[in-house]
């Protein structure tokens, strides 16, 4: 996945992140079309947050270990 890199735990861990997120948000809801599309775009945030986390942590990992 593009946004866990190789890291399989990682991955697990978002992927069941973003199942329960959108599960406890649609159950929330009434089940209109409006809440599912803002529900996709809630979910859509929280995975562009996940990847931009990511790369900083993975950019800053790399800045350290170049100083060593």
């Known amino acids: 996945s593009a946004i ?5 735990f990682e991955r697990e861990m978002l992927l069941r992140a973003t199942v329960n997120l ?3 948000l ?8 409006l809440e599912r599309l803002v529900v996709e775009q809630v979910v859509s945030s929280h995975l562009q947050q996940a990847f931009h986390e990511s790369r900083e942590a993975h950019s800053a990992s790399k800045g350290r270990m170049s100083a060593e």
């Open 4 to 8: 866990a890199g190789s890291d399989l």
């Open 26 to 33: 649609i159950d929330e809801g009434t089940g209109t079309q």
């Open 22 to 24: 959108r599960q406890s």
